[in-house]
């Protein structure tokens, strides 16, 4: 079992900057590939970001690219998601997202996952 949870959502102007933080505990959790979710009121689950369990190579949904940035401290157990440049569209309850036999090719699939927190909520203002 993998427990997640999201901190550092809330209100920002558009252009602004906001960090989200996720921290795991459980089971293996270094070992896990970890994501960022979003989903806005009536549309469906969209990718954001997520590092494969190996870590080296980011993957980015095509509308944030750029924009936001993934990291990971393992010390710390946490994931990370830094976004810049904030636009009203990107308004949406964010998820962390973490897997342990996730494989490469269903990284940017939410239905690939089986543990979620419980989501923070973003607003950009404009």
């Known amino acids: 079992q993998v427990q997640l949870v999201e901190t550092g959502g809330g209100l920002v102007q558009a252009g602004g900057s906001l960090r989200l933080s996720c921290s795991a505990s459980g089971q293996s959790v270094s070992r896990a590939s970890m994501g960022w979710f979003r989903q806005a009121p009536g549309k469906e689950r969209e990718f954001v970001a997520a590092?494969?369990?190996?870590?080296?190579?980011?993957f980015y949904g095509d509308s944030v690219k750029g924009r936001f940035t993934i990291s990971r401290d393992n010390a710390k157990n946490t994931l990370y998601l830094q976004m810049n440049s904030l636009k009203p569209e990107d308004t949406a309850v964010y998820y962390c997202?973490?897997?342990?036999?996730?494989?490469?090719?269903?990284?940017?699939?939410?239905?690939?996952?089986?543990?979620w927190g419980q989501g923070t909520q973003v607003t950009v203002s404009s």
């Open positions: 590092l494969f369990r190996t870590g080296y190579n980011p």
């Open positions: 997202a973490a897997d342990l036999r996730l494989i490469y090719s269903d990284i940017r699939r939410h239905a690939a996952y089986d543990y």
